[in-house]
């Protein structure tokens, strides 16, 4: 049985989740829909080259159009939202209006949980909606799921999470991949973590601590960022002490980029100079975007999660490690494939009825056993690094 999807959105990680869903999902048919019919028409050409596949259909989407989303979702089995997370309410509604299964990169979690409050208009519709998946928030907590798995009863889980160039030049030792204005939103914060067994704010960059990974990255420095945990906090809220998760990056990065929010760089309020309005982060995305950007992204992403708690009346522990890279053969990005691929498994498992009907986080709706099964598949070698009692 062949399902059809569709990615709203044909972006870099949208054509990466769609490349995903043709190899591993089945996919009789994969409507790529944008705004800009050409970016999707060039998407389902490298599409099509990659895969020697012609189910790629591109169609001219507006995303904030609800006629619009139920004549594109009303014959779809899945979708995957990967346009700005300002869309993905009204999509939500639309999707389950039109009983199509639904995932989303978020990347807002006040979005996130109205989405979530239409928990049983989901049911009612027989469909799955997840938000927030990619790498983080999405990829970083299933690891953490994973994690926690192997603990017969976990208190505490740790995550680090980071996508990096593989070969860092200076001064910035960084390059980036996902829009600058949802960097300087992570940075600028608060966290939401557990301390104690409730949710807590937790100020952005701060808390820097040091950590060591295999070559070719060396010793990184992680520090506190926004949003990585999405609902996670409130989900194993009294059921783990502590839920952190930390973003890591090459050492000195934070203390370059703490110096930039002291100075008030991340600031959106306007400030007077020479008698004209300009906006601090404005400015700031405009002379830094050039500098941190490349045609060319080369780049590594690695997870880590730790689950610290009791096996048979013992403490235990158990680190997982995974790590991506850029692939020459295909041109998609460590990001890319973390981001996409996360989104397309959660699609293709909702298409196969194999996660919980309504609207869920990430937590809840990709159990550890099940991402063991689709990281074999995409030859993701997971690190099970100690399981240790004492």
């Given at each position: 049985m062949g399902?059809?999807?569709?990615?709203?959105?044909?972006?870099r990680q949208g054509l990466s989740a769609a490349y995903d869903l043709a190899r591993f999902g089945s996919a009789e048919e994969i409507l790529l829909c944008d705004l800009n019919l050409e970016t999707a028409e060039k998407g389902a050409a490298k599409l099509r080259v990659l895969l020697s596949q012609d189910i790629f259909k591109p169609l001219t989407l507006d995303a904030g159009n609800p006629d619009q989303l139920r004549q594109i979702l009303k014959d779809v089995d899945s979708a995957i939202s990967a346009v700005p997370f300002t869309f993905n309410l009204g999509i939500t509604?639309?999707?389950i209006e039109c009983k199509t299964h639904l995932c989303d990169l978020g990347g807002h979690t006040n979005t996130v949980l109205k989405q979530l409050a239409l928990d049983e208009s989901a049911k009612t519709s027989g469909i799955t909606i997840v938000p927030d998946c990619g790498m983080g928030p999405g990829l970083n907590i299933s690891?953490?799921?994973?994690?926690?798995?192997?603990?017969?009863?976990?208190?505490?889980l740790f995550i680090w999470d980071g996508g990096l160039p593989l070969h860092p030049a200076p001064p910035w030792n960084y390059i980036s991949t996902f829009n600058i204005n949802g960097l300087t939103n992570e940075y600028e914060g608060p966290a939401w973590f557990i301390r104690d067994g409730k949710p807590v704010q937790v100020a952005c960059l701060g808390e820097v601590e040091e950590l060591d990974f295999p070559a070719p990255l060396g010793r990184l420095q992680a520090a506190v960022t926004a949003g990585g945990l999405s609902n996670a906090p409130w989900t194993f809220a009294g059921k783990l002490q502590r839920l952190e998760n930390k973003t890591l990056r090459y050492p000195g990065h934070w203390q370059t980029f703490r110096a930039f929010q002291q100075l008030g760089l991340f600031e959106q309020d306007p400030v007077t100079l020479k008698g004209q309005s300009v906006i601090p982060r404005e400015v700031f995305h405009a002379l830094l975007q050039p500098k941190i950007s490349s045609d060319q992204v080369r780049d590594i992403c690695v997870i880590r999660a730790r689950c610290e708690g009791e096996?048979?009346?013992?403490?235990a522990v158990c680190t997982l490690d995974l790590c991506e890279t850029f692939d020459e053969q295909t041109g998609f990005t460590a990001m890319e494939k973390?981001?996409?691929w996360h989104a397309s498994m959660v699609a293709i498992l909702s298409a196969q009825n194999k996660l919980p009907e309504g609207a869920v986080p990430i937590e809840i709706a990709l159990s550890g056993e099940l991402l063991m099964e689709e990281a074999k598949k995409r030859n993701w070698a997971i690190k099970n690094n100690t399981i240790q009692k004492f």
């Open positions: 399902y059809r999807y569709a990615i709203i959105g044909t972006g509604q639309a999707a690891l953490g799921v994973l994690a926690m798995s192997f603990v017969e009863k976990p208190v505490n096996t048979d009346g013992k403490n973390f981001t996409g």
